[in-house]
């Protein structure tokens, strides 16, 4: 139990409702989009607290929520993949909202998995990485955790530099055959 005591799936997402209804408005005026990541691992309960942000159906109810276009999502590659969603497929059924995109593989299943590197797990990255092409993504997409490399040292808290840097061009060259080169400003062409 924690200091906050148990709870539940509906005081989730009450509190969820409450804080979309005063903040999207704002959002909205200062053109802010807003990108729920998905709870990591998507399991609940956990210490005694619900946690909602674990299924499909969720991320669909949390835009029924709140409709507005910058009520969106960070696709965590990982927490959908522990989910076991077809990734081409659910990435064009949440289409323009997803605002920022997280790379991060995993083998097992959601209550017994471990990291990989990109190329070194089940995900099909180009198939994912054209179906966001598809939907026009020009979101943030950045790798996520990687697993710990001896080079490291210290403890293996997932963003290593060698390792991110193995994922970081294992994921650039996939995505300029997919995207395009970016031009000078960043963007591709």
């Not at 200062?30 to 210490?47: E, F, K, N, Q, T």
């Not at 696709?75 to 790379?103: K, P, S, W």
């Not at 299943?109 to 590197?117: G, I, R, V």
Request: net charge negative; proline share 7%; glycine share 12%.
């Amino acid at each position: 139990m924690t200091a906050e005591g148990r709870t539940t799936d509906e005081q989730m997402w009450d509190n969820l409702e409450y804080f979309l209804r005063r903040v999207v408005p704002a959002a909205e005026a200062a053109g802010v989009r807003l990108a729920m990541h998905p709870d990591d691992p998507p399991l609940s309960p956990m210490w005694q607290l619900s946690r909602i942000m674990r299924s499909v159906e969720n991320f669909e109810r949390l835009f029924a929520l709140a409709p507005s276009p910058v009520n969106g999502l960070t696709y965590c590659q990982g927490c959908f993949g522990e989910l076991g969603v077809d990734h081409a497929a659910t990435i064009q059924r949440f289409g323009a909202r997803i605002h920022f995109f997280h790379c991060r593989d995993v083998a097992g299943t959601l209550e017994d998995f471990h990291e990989t590197f990109p190329d070194n797990g089940p995900t099909d990255f180009p198939a994912m990485f054209r179906a966001l092409q598809a939907i026009g993504f020009r979101g943030c997409m950045r790798s996520d955790h990687v697993p710990h490399l001896a080079t490291e040292g210290g403890k293996n808290d997932g963003y290593g530099l060698h390792g991110n840097l193995f994922a970081l061009g294992y994921l650039k060259g996939l995505m300029e055959p997919i995207f395009g080169k970016p031009a000078a400003g960043g963007r591709p062409a």
